[in-house]
């Protein structure tokens, strides 16, 4: 039924570490993917987004990567900071234009200790 | 920029009484998403508009959900009766014609 998943609830790792959270979905037609954090008691906020025409895009600390065959996509936070400790939602829409909305999955929850 | 803009951030009220969430989006953007946040479905979508015109309201829950956008800075979610399961924060976002959505802070509601 959901059409973004991201089946591990949460994930620990120490600073320094890389993170990688997983995220996985089902509609083929989904063609723009994001990735947004969020902290408590505050609206989620953007932090980087891939369409289907490249297979990775990075900005800084963090990497996303596109897997169209396996319907899967993953970020990369190298190294870790325990400030990246927040909820991480993956969302997809079927392109990057008017008129379309984007589909989030449960989220992720990293906490990153120092 | 003053973001986008909800209220109130926090609301509580009983079973059976009306509840109203309003949100200003950011000035210009063209589109503007109801969401609902909780632990066992996550950042579900609501309904959103593209140009004040209701574009997709399927995720609305029942009848007793109502969404309305009279001009390009207003959007109220409203919720006639609420219930407990009702309970969640409700997040606004708005964006221009592409590109990533911007989020207000939500809004609380607890219904006893």
């Known amino acids: 039924d959901q059409q973004v998943k991201q089946n591990s609830p949460s994930l620990s790792v120490q600073e320094g570490r890389i993170s990688i959270l997983n995220c996985d979905y089902t509609?083929?037609?989904?063609?723009?993917f994001l990735w947004y954090k969020k902290y408590p008691a505050e609206g989620p906020t953007f932090l980087i987004s891939?369409?289907?025409?490249?297979d990775k895009n990075e900005d800084g600390r963090f990497t996303v990567f596109l897997n169209k065959s396996a319907k899967h996509l993953s970020l990369h936070i190298v190294p870790s900071q325990p400030g990246d400790s927040a909820v991480y939602f993956c969302?997809?829409?079927?392109?990057?234009?008017?008129?379309?909305?984007?589909?989030f999955g449960k989220g992720t929850t990293l906490s990153v200790s120092s | 920029d003053a973001g986008v803009i909800q209220s109130p951030r926090h609301e509580v009220t009983e079973m059976g009484q009306e509840v109203t969430l309003r949100c200003k989006p950011i000035?210009?953007?063209?589109?503007l998403f109801w969401y609902r946040q909780t632990m066992m479905r996550g950042l579900e979508l609501l309904i959103y508009?593209?140009?004040?015109?209701?574009?997709?309201d399927s995720g609305m829950p029942e009848d007793r959900f109502s969404a309305k956008m009279p001009n390009a800075s207003f959007s109220t979610l409203k919720i006639q009766p609420s219930e407990p399961r009702d309970s969640a924060v409700y997040f606004c976002?708005?964006?221009?014609?592409?590109?990533?959505?911007?989020f207000g802070e939500g809004s609380r509601l607890t219904v006893l």
């Open positions: 969302a997809a829409s079927p392109a990057n234009q008017a008129g379309t909305a984007l589909i």
């Open positions: 891939i369409s289907s025409i490249k």
């Open positions: 000035s210009g953007h063209n589109s």
């Open positions: 976002a708005s964006r221009e014609n592409t590109g990533e959505l911007f």
């Open positions: 509609n083929s037609m989904f063609d723009y």
């Open positions: 508009f593209n140009n004040n015109v209701p574009i997709d």
